[in-house]
Structures are given as C-alpha cells and as structure tokens.
C-alpha cells in the first residue's frame, strides 16, 4: 500500500532551479531515511541527497552547494531543491523511503522507491 510519488521534474535551462517533491502515501506511521537518486540513459543510479528522520543530510559531491534535500515530517513529504542545474544533472529522478516495519528489537527498514520524474537541463 505504500506509494512513492515524485513531481517537480521537467525541462529547465542550465542555471535554473527545479523544486522536486517525494509524497509518501499508504500505512505510514514514520519514516526513517529519505534519498534522492537519479539515473541518466547508460548509467548506473547513483545518490544525490539523503536525509534521515531528524533531518540530517548527506549530499553526493557533485551537487554539494547546489542542491538541498529537506522534508516534512507530517506531510511524509521530502523535497529536493536544485539550483544552478547543470546539463549532466539530467536524468530521472527516483525518490526512496525507508519504512519501518515491525517492532523492535525485530525493527528493520524497507525500501520503497518512486518510478521517478524526468529532469532535463539543456544548454
């Protein structure tokens, strides 16, 4: 029942900013890490950002200073702002959750992953 739904994505001129959103809907009572990942056509997904329940966040090096991951706690919502886009910063977009499942000390997290929105940056 959980669902993974990515929006924000589109095309945008280098230089530019896109604002990517992450709902999380379904039976959800918490979240743990939340990740942005992208993959572009020939290339294996990789990280971009991650964000764990009390906010903290890890960045990939190549979008450091440009791209912020955040989320909202209550809406189970995370977002990815990204600034001054770049051509290789094409690619989709795949957002992941990791759900609890159980209780402790059996807790462990699921994964759960959108199916991704498109982000093309021109020159």
């Known amino acids: 029942q959980v669902q993974l739904v990515e929006s924000g994505g589109g095309l945008v001129q280098a230089g530019g900013s896109l604002r990517l959103s992450c709902a999380v809907s379904?039976?959800?009572?918490?979240?743990?890490?939340m990740g942005w990942y992208r993959q572009a056509p020939g290339k294996e997904r990789e990280l971009v950002a991650r964000?764990?329940?009390?906010?903290?966040?890890n960045y990939a090096d190549f979008v450091k200073g440009r791209f912020t991951i955040s989320r909202d706690n209550v809406k189970n919502t995370a977002y990815l702002q990204m600034n001054s886009l770049k051509p290789e910063d094409t690619a989709v977009y795949f957002c992941?959750?990791?759900?609890?499942?159980?209780?402790?000390?059996?807790?462990?997290?699921?994964?759960?992953w959108g199916n991704g929105t498109l982000v093309i940056v021109s020159s």
């Open positions: 379904g039976a959800v009572f918490g979240i743990d890490d």
């Open positions: 992941e959750a990791e759900i609890p499942h159980g209780i402790s000390p059996l807790r462990y997290g699921k994964a759960y």
């Open positions: 964000i764990n329940s009390s906010g903290g966040a």
